[in-house]
């Protein structure tokens, strides 16, 4: 039972912890982000997995290779929606990444078939 | 006779399946080309060249921050993609991620919007002289990602114009371009100056760019953005929040107050309407006011309800001193 009790607590704090870190709420005022109707209402729950959604994608960006601190600062400016698309996908998704061999490879291959198949 | 006639017959059979087979076949490779073909988007100029677009020559592997980077400066950023590779560059995955794309004009006081997935829409931004990051599938076996910044096209030589890689103004055709840029989705977006609004934004998407944009922490920037959506949506509920909450951030209340008494009229029953501006006619020192609001937003279903509470302690509290 003491475990258990335990357990909550430092589960409570790491999430407030990351809520403090994470969450740039004004005082009294609710934010333009919870009128539209479809989203879900800005309940506990819903903070507290918005905010271990950021926390992971951070460390997953760090694990990339992004330094610790910007890799807060790239995931605190995305919109949930973002934050969530990338905590499901950041190995699979498509990243941009044309090489300097790749581009020669465009050039020869374009050459070639320019050789051969246009000026004959 | 006979045998003569019968190859012919075959002959004319098979180049009429080859000719059937084959029509669709072109139409699902390129299939919003063909539907350029036929129906130009109206009111789009069928020539167009921003010339302007500054090049920035990308560095191995790094086309994520040499595109963003045009976009960028084109909006009016000073900004090198030098500078940007730490902003929006993956080590791991030697790549920039669309998503950080999006994120990083927002930390310079930018709105990023994705467009929809039509071609008819790129050809649309960049007529409004609106440059377009694109992600392209352009490898020949397997994939490679590559961002490339489109500034312009020229519908009778049927030409794409882009800034890509190394190449200062590369020149794809229509269909060309298409087979690359469907692999990944038709994904495109606009970097844009605060109190500029995409050629074809719509309320509901602009508004999502521009909760993004208040991540990126740039208040007089935010402001700007939410006073141009408030005024081409005059009845925006989120805008009209949006510019409201910025503008009691920036410190204007008066201001504030104004936008949030306009948004009351026009949705008296607002549970976010009601606390938003007795909070900021509480700071104004405006206690009864906001008192008789946080009467009229008391509704126990609301999914406000500890909110409107918490704004009634502290009036409360305030009023005691």
Sequence with gaps: MKLVVKRTTCRVLVASLLTLSFHTAQAGLIGADQVAPARSPGNDRALV???????????QLQAAGVDPR????????MTDQEVQVLAQDIENAPAGALSGWGWAAVIVV?????YYAIRK | MRTNAMPSFWTRLLAWAAVVLLLPGCASLVPQTMDLRTDWPGGVPQQVDLAQVPFFAQRAYQCGPAAIGMAMAYSGVAVHPDALVDEVWVPSRHGSLQVEMLATPRRHGRVSYRLAPRYADLLREVAAGHPVVVLQDIGFIGSTWHYAVVNGYDYATGTILLRSGLQKQQRMSFTAFERTWLQGGY??????????IAATATEERWLEALLGLARGGDVEATVQAYAAALQRWPDSLPAAIGLAN???LRGALDEAATVLRTALQKNPQSVIVLNNLAQTLSDLGRHAEALALLDRAD??????ASEVRATRQRVESRMKR
């Design chain 1, 110 to 114: 374009g050459s070639l078939i320019w």
């Design chain 2, 187 to 196: 994904w495109g977006m606009v970097v844009l100056p605060p109190g500029r």
């Design chain 2, 299 to 304: 509704r126990a279903q609301s999914p406000f």
């Design chain 2, 246 to 248: 910025h503008l009691h």
């Design chain 1, 49 to 59: 997995l918005g905010t271990l959604d950021r926390a992971e994608v951070a460390a």
């Design chain 1, 70 to 77: 910007a890799a807060r600062e790239r995931v605190a400016t």
